[in-house]
């Protein structure tokens, strides 16, 4: 079964990290793009970062130079490297599949469940 | 980044109807466009993308339509079952950007 798993989630102080895990079955995370989204509670989705199956990798402006994508292929595992958090990083954090191998220009496939990250005192 | 707004925000219906959501973009996008069904607590599901390929799996009662600035959701004869949100997604360009969402529920 094609399926997402994540982990890691959270209670985290403001500047405090964190890293989250999703682990992949049914498919290489490494033969993928594969995305970050985060859904702030009562709010809509927020695509954040994206890794290319070539290894490039993409943030959006709001955790740039913050958060981190990487994947570890022997684990077929996709990570986010949270540091420096803030209140506004709490949110529900999706990992989720491109639907196509060959382009990163596509939609959303499969998704994880998702994990609670809170960022409070 | 590209910005879309959705139209209405709420939508009440009652099972059997035809519902009509809308989703408008800042610039052109060709048809790089999908739709997602969320339920509360679920992450979303993929219903659509190019603007109206049906997901493998998702009733053909959902349909899509539109292309370059406006797009179109449809629900032929709402279920039960699609009391849910939904959301519009540009994959035209990074930042991949979603609509505010329009949340279907009972009249």
């Known amino acids: 079964e094609v399926q997402l798993v994540e982990s890691g989630g959270g209670l985290v102080q403001p500047g405090g990290s964190l890293r989250l895990s999703c682990a992949a079955s049914g498919f290489t995370v490494s033969s993928n793009y594969m995305s970050w989204v985060r859904q702030a509670p009562g709010k809509g989705l927020e695509w954040v970062s994206v890794i290319y199956s070539g290894g490039s990798t993409y943030y959006a402006d709001s955790v740039k130079g913050r958060f981190t994508i990487s994947r570890d292929n022997s684990k077929n595992t996709l990570y986010l490297q949270m540091n420096s958090l803030r209140a506004e990083d709490t949110a529900v954090y999706y990992c989720?599949?491109?639907?196509?191998?060959?382009?990163?220009?596509?939609?959303?496939?499969?998704w994880g469940q998702g994990t609670m990250v809170t960022v409070s005192s | 980044a590209i910005w879309m707004t959705q139209s209405p925000s709420l939508l009440s219906a009652s099972t059997g109807d035809r519902v009509t959501i809308s989703c408008r973009m800042s610039q052109g996008i060709s048809s790089y466009l999908a739709w997602y069904q969320q339920k509360p607590g679920k992450a979303p599901e993929l219903l659509i993308y190019a603007a109206s390929t049906l997901q493998s799996g998702v009733p053909s009662r959902f349909s899509g339509s539109g292309s370059g600035t406006d797009f179109t959701l449809t629900i032929s004869c709402l279920q039960s079952e699609d009391f849910a949100t939904y959301y519009c997604?540009?994959?035209?360009?990074?930042?991949?950007?979603f609509g505010p969402g329009t949340k279907v529920d009972i009249k």
């Open positions: 989720a599949r491109d639907r196509d191998t060959k382009d990163p220009l596509d939609a959303f496939d499969i």
């Open positions: 997604q540009q994959y035209y360009s990074f930042p991949f950007t």
